[in-house]
């Protein structure tokens, strides 16, 4: 069964660099033909597809976000990261990693998300 598991701060300071992990288990992020991705939600407004990165690495990044948003992986722990620069309270929401088939927001038979975690942004 493929799980996926978001880790990291839930409070980050204005002006600072959120990193997101995300680890999986049940399938290999190198070896499989999804979009490893990253979505969140901010209170009280719809999804965001932030961005993925394929099985060979990849990434594809939201045009909004291309300036200070990068995607990284570990191979050998079988884990991607997302990075956001210079957040703001704006970038307050429930942040989401997940195997997709396809670009953007899905939640089809195929499509695994981690449960999410709450990044609170605040001085």
């Known amino acids: 069964q493929v799980q996926l598991q978001e880790s990291g701060p839930g409070l980050v300071r204005p002006s600072q660099t959120l990193s997101l992990t995300c680890t999986v288990s049940?399938?290999?992020?190198?070896?499989?033909?999804?979009?490893w991705t990253w979505i969140r939600q901010p209170p009280g407004k719809e999804m965001e597809w932030m961005g993925a990165?394929?099985?060979?690495?990849?990434?594809t990044i939201s045009p909004s976000l291309r300036s200070r948003t990068s995607i990284s992986r570990d191979t050998f722990k079988n884990q991607f990261t997302l990075q956001l620069n210079s957040v703001t309270p704006e970038d307050t929401a429930v942040y989401f990693c997940?195997?997709?088939?396809?670009?953007?927001?899905?939640?089809?038979?195929?499509?695994?998300w981690g449960q999410g975690t709450q990044v609170t942004v605040s001085s």
């Open positions: 990165m394929s099985a060979s690495g990849i990434t």
């Open positions: 049940g399938d290999s992020i190198t070896t499989s033909y999804y979009y």
């Open positions: 997940a195997r997709l088939t396809r670009r953007g927001v899905s939640r089809g038979p195929q499509d695994y």
